[in-house]
């Protein structure tokens, strides 16, 4: 299993990006997606929340910027922000939780970062 995270870039205050989280490989069920960020010098928080019924959970500071989706069919989670801050600066990461067969338990898996930088 693999995720590939992208969508990352250079945005000016004010300006949108989104990320793609792309779930890949032996899935048979793909579960709770989040996406998280850490900023440099602080720690890794938790930005949004998609279960796999499309309820969504944000960290309070991105409520009503930013909106986490799924398409299903594609096994892929995307995060678009909008009215992007300075303070959005980070690394994004994805990680979801993941069935590969109906044996074992689930498991959470990560994706590599991506980095959004939002200038001033």
């Known amino acids: 299993v693999q995720l590939q995270a992208s969508g990352g870039g250079l945005a000016e205050a004010g300006g949108s990006l989104r990320l793609s989280c792309a779930a890949s490989?032996?899935?048979?069920?793909?579960?709770?997606v989040s996406w998280y960020r850490q900023a440099p010098g602080k720690q890794r928080e938790l930005v949004a929340t998609?279960?796999?019924?499309?309820?969504?959970n944000y960290l309070d500071s991105v409520k009503g910027r930013f909106t986490i989706s799924r398409d299903y069919a594609k096994n892929t989670v995307y995060l678009q922000m909008n009215s992007l801050k300075p303070e959005d600066t980070a690394a994004y990461y994805c990680?979801?939780?993941?069935?590969?067969?109906?044996?074992?338990?689930?498991?959470?898996?990560w994706g590599q970062g991506t980095l959004v930088t939002v200038s001033s």
């Open positions: 990680s979801a939780n993941i069935n590969t067969d109906w044996s074992t338990p689930a498991l959470d898996y």
């Open positions: 490989g032996s899935i048979v069920a793909l579960n709770d």
């Open positions: 998609i279960t796999v019924g499309s309820s969504t």
